[in-house]
């Protein structure tokens, strides 16, 4: 028999195979994962590959059409009933004729769903803690007197490979209706944990099931934003969010570690709120994907560690002072109903690890998503919220720690301050000589001195200022010259402009004249001041356990991060001097390092490692912090250089 070498793309791995061989199998024997739940019948229509023509000089192959088998009867049967996308074949009725390049793509779409966008398009290599695997199970026989459920085992090991399997309970009651409702062929849900030998059929369903979804939930402070994910084709099938309900027993993290510790009832009343806003979630997303929430069969969860013990029903009071002692801080593993989740019966749940005690799963999913152990490059993340998450790090060493911003940020402690809103101003100017302002308003795709504005910006006019408008409007200033060096208003310029008036024995920058008046004053430059040199410090302190003078990347994640000008944050200080096309924001990287952990159990080992290797900086218990804390408050810094940020 004539071997022929075949290579996958995009992992790159390649093997010889005799003629004749499926790609499936060659696939299976290389540890390639290609998605298949008829086990091969060509029936399922999850096994897509494409074969990619041309020489690929790397490898010594020359790929052809010609190198995989025409379609035969298996395939022609599948098409006869649905289409493949042009240049597709399915890997399990394809056999290897030739040297081969297979492209495995990643969005085997076989179910005519409406696939929504809302997450980002990273392509997520798949394989899930939960498959679907069909299986023809033999009928019972009175000579041989192995039971229905263990004949399904029996089937799973031999088409699928399991070695150790066992059923939910829930499965025995049902299967002996479901087998025979499929004539003998039923479609298993099984988890394979990285940890259990022990593989588990959590779900069965009569004859052929062909999808099967997860879902990625990130539990915010503020927002929870969910996502339902195909477990099959990887694609984000639909997406929702929704204020977290707890706000109303809290509106930031300690006021409700407060509540819980005044009120007895106060973790169970908030346990059980954020429990219901996200089956309330849930129903949208599959009422949205036009499935049903039993076929919802795993569930990944971030948060940080308030909102990660509340949801788990755990007390947080613990995390409201030091030592911050974490109930668990390593990954939870539990069945969806143990958290009173309406899911499929067998649905599993799995929550990412916590750094520390005020570093959360959240940061550990940003973590995982942008990956700065997998580089060589020091890569700094910054998560803002009322506390700042901070994670420094390359291949050989990543640390993190948290710090006290405060919510100034969000515009929480600012005169004028909101959150960003329609009717809030993001983005301002300043001119240089006469000191005038012009500025933007969410909503309104019009600066303010532009004609048309006053219509764009609508009845409500501007209703007030958000971070993003908060930190142009100070580094405007700051470069105007109206406030020092020191963050000082220049009371002096009040002879120059109208726009700087006295108010009490300090100065204010009138930004809106008209009324209601939105003023900037030294107040709000010094909360500013207090929380970029709380984010600055926290940095410093991280880059001097690694021993780094710079970084080379900088990714903002989070809402707040989505907003901000990266050179308006520099010329303020809040981030270290970085050359300004390698500053970006990340969007919810916490949501895409939520869906990493639901499509690949890779991806759920990686980072449980990364956590244990993280070392956790406590900013408070280090004098360093006071000293850098002190040098920050100056703008942009009082010793450190911003040389990039001048070039
Ligand atoms: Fe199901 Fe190929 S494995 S169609």
Partial sequence: MTDHLVLFMPSGKRGRFEKG???????????????????????????????QEGHFAKHKISSSKESISGVGPNEARYLEKRSLPAGRRLSCAATIEGDLVVDVPQDAVVNAQVVRKDADDRQIARRPAVGLCYVEVEEPDMHKPLGDLDRVKAALQKDWGYERLEADYHLLPQAQKIL?????????????????????????????????????????????AMHLVSLLSGRVAASAGTS?????FGEDLMSRVSYVMMNPEGRDAMTKAVRLEISKLVQQVVDEAGCAREDVLDAVFVANPIMHHLFLGIDPTELGGAPFALAVSGAVKLRADDLRLKLNPGARTYLLPCIAGHVG????AVTLSEGPHRQDEMMLIVDVGTNAEIVLGNRSRVVAASSPTGPAFEGAEISGGQRAAP???????????????RYRVIGADIWSDEPGFLEAIGPTGVTGICGSGIIEVIAEMYLSGIISEDGVIDGALAAKSRR??????????????SEPRLTITQNDVRAIQLAKSALYAGTKLLMEKQGAETVDSIRFAGAFGSFIDPTYAMVLGLIPDCELEKVSAVGNAAGTGARMALLNRDHRREIEETVRRIEKIETALEPKFQEHFVYAMAL???VDPFPKLAA
């Fill in 21 to 51: 061989t499926t790609v499936l199998d060659a696939a299976r024997k290389l540890g390639v994962y290609v998605e298949s739940v008829c086990g091969g019948r060509a029936t399922c229509g999850r096994c897509q590959i494409e074969v």
């Fill in 180 to 224: 025979r409702e499929g004539q003998w062929a039923v479609t298993a849900a099984v988890h394979q944990d990285e940890d259990d030998e022990t593989a588990r059929i959590i779900a069965l369903w009569p004859g052929l099931k062909n999808e099967a979804y997860g879902i990625a939930c990130d539990i915010g402070s503020t927002t929870i």
């Fill in 244 to 248: 977290n309900p707890q706000i109303r």
């Fill in 361 to 364: 799963a959240d940061a550990a």
């Fill in 423 to 437: 009717g809030a101003i993001e983005r301002v100017r300043i001119d240089r000589d006469t000191l005038e302002p």
């Fill in 500 to 513: 700087i008036v006295g108010d009490g024995r300090t100065f204010s920058y009138v930004l809106v004249e």
């Fill in 636 to 638: 942009p810094n009082k």
